[in-house]
């Protein structure tokens, strides 16, 4: 006998702006307790260091949330110069500072545009990445190193936003200003901006490290679409015990399950059809766009993902809503 999930069988997107100091898990956590929903996932982690826009599914998205795992994305990142750290941020102990020496503008663009184009990256061991189970940063913080291989990245463009190359000690008022360069940086999965800020600085013979990190897109989800925590917890709960949260005015700030995947072509089928498609069972229709998934509707309802056969006809490859 299957076992009864708790909370409520709420589905949909939410598009979570994740604060800095907590893990993506932890805020995936809060949102499925703030939904009280049966079910959640979250498609690419965020180090706690870093904000921005994590995409959290709830329900029958869950089952498409492997689409978006492959999206590229797009950060703005803060890279302190002449520092290098045991992280690779700011998080970390301080291992070796440098002079910064000085470059132009146009000295420092064509340095930024050389790490443009595929290349090859090797994740950093403070990261999510899991080494037989378990995240690298765990072997890392017991001072273990673990061998990790190189992987295919594209930066697809990296933009300068700001920078300086003046360093001060604290004033009076304890401020202090330190090197530093501001990028966005549009690239494919799997890059790690951290990885590139350390790059960038053995490049300038500096070293650095991140002491900012923010995500403003991952595709197809942008930070106008992000809600916070906090409002989350100011729009939709009480200080009140008594007062339940209002989930059905929750439920209208998500995203349909749908909204993830609009590159694959819609088809909608008829009863019979649909009858067919709760068995796993092929339907005699040949889409006349050629597609590595298609979006099974029926009566207006996204019911199946399928994919083409042997004979161009569509077979369910996984079943939603059903």
């Known amino acids: 006998m299957a076992r009864k999930r708790k909370g409520r069988p709420v589905n949909g997107i939410l598009v979570l702006d994740k604060p800095s100091g907590i893990t993506s898990n932890k805020a995936l956590q809060k949102v499925?307790?703030?939904?009280?929903?049966?079910?959640?996932?979250?498609?690419?982690?965020?180090?706690?260091?870093?904000?921005?826009?994590?995409?959290?599914?709830?329900?029958?998205?869950t089952k498409i949330s492997h689409y978006l795992l492959d999206a590229n994305k797009t950060y703005r990142a803060k890279c302190v110069l002449g520092t290098i750290t045991t992280t690779?941020?700011?998080?970390?102990?301080?291992?070796?500072q440098k002079t910064v020496d000085e470059l132009s503008k146009k000295e420092l663009l064509e340095l930024l545009s050389g790490f443009e184009g595929a290349q090859q990256q090797t994740p950093p061991m403070y990261s999510a990445l899991k080494h037989n189970g378990r995240p690298l940063y765990e072997y890392a913080r017991k001072g273990i190193v673990i061998e990790r291989k190189s992987r295919p990245v594209t930066i697809f463009n990296i933009t300068l936003l700001d920078y300086s190359f003046v360093s001060q000690a604290s004033d009076s008022q304890g401020v202090s200003t330190q090197a530093f360069i501001e990028i966005e940086v549009q690239c494919s999965k799997g890059t790690y901006i951290r990885t590139l800020c350390e790059d960038i600085g053995e490049k300038l013979g500096c070293g650095a490290h991140i002491s900012a990190l923010r995500?403003?897109?991952?595709?197809?989800?942008?930070?106008?679409?992000?809600?916070s925590l906090e409002q989350l917890l100011s729009q939709f709960r009480s200080d009140s015990p008594d007062d339940k949260p209002d989930f059905e005015a929750m439920d209208q700030i998500l995203l349909t399950t749908d909204f993830a995947i609009q590159q694959f072509p819609a088809v909608h089928i008829n009863k019979d059809q649909l009858h067919k498609i709760q068995h796993g069972m092929t339907i005699e229709v040949q889409p006349e766009i050629d597609a590595s998934d298609y979006r099974l509707y029926y009566d207006d309802t996204l019911i199946a993902l399928a994919v083409l056969d042997d004979h161009s006809n569509l077979k369910p490859k996984r079943l939603l809503f059903l």
């Open 32 to 61: 499925k307790h703030l939904f009280n929903a049966q079910k959640a996932g979250h498609t690419g982690s965020l180090d706690p260091l870093a904000t921005g826009v994590l995409p959290i599914c709830l329900g029958e998205a």
């Open 215 to 227: 995500r403003i897109d991952s595709e197809p989800f942008s930070l106008s679409q992000a809600i």
């Open 88 to 96: 690779g941020d700011s998080d970390g102990e301080i291992l070796v």
